[in-house]
């Protein structure tokens, strides 16, 4: 089993910034990819943001230019989240695939004045 602790979140208002960070730990191990979902209430849960072990990164349309995804090591992940939209409002998800995907339970980032 692998397991995920997400910290950060919380309130911000549009055109502030929040930094969100993921740690794996357990049964990790191999050729991964890390990264963060989110669900905004009444919506489907989507992918923000992903990076590799090589350091490659992909993101969603929506973030591009905003957020930032990086790596400090093996099994923690973290999301520079600027110019925050209230679109941006929702359950952010980390999550990890080494085969099988795990996930954290979520931390609330909340964008409104």
């Known amino acids: 089993q692998v397991q995920l602790v997400e910290s950060g979140g919380g309130l911000a208002q549009p055109g502030g910034s929040l930094r969100l960070s993921c740690t794996a730990s357990?049964?990790?191990?191999?050729?991964?990819?890390m990264g963060w979902f989110r669900q905004a209430p009444g919506k489907e849960r989507e992918l923000v943001a992903s990076i590799n072990n090589g350091g490659n990164t992909n993101y969603d349309d929506s973030v591009k230019g905003r957020f930032t995804i990086s790596r400090a090591n093996a099994n923690t992940v973290s999301l520079q989240m600027n110019s925050l939209k209230p679109d941006d409002t929702a359950v952010y998800y980390c999550y990890r695939n080494q085969g099988r995907k795990y996930w954290g339970k979520g931390t609330l980032v909340t964008v409104s004045l």
């Open positions: 357990g049964n990790v191990f191999g050729i991964n990819v």
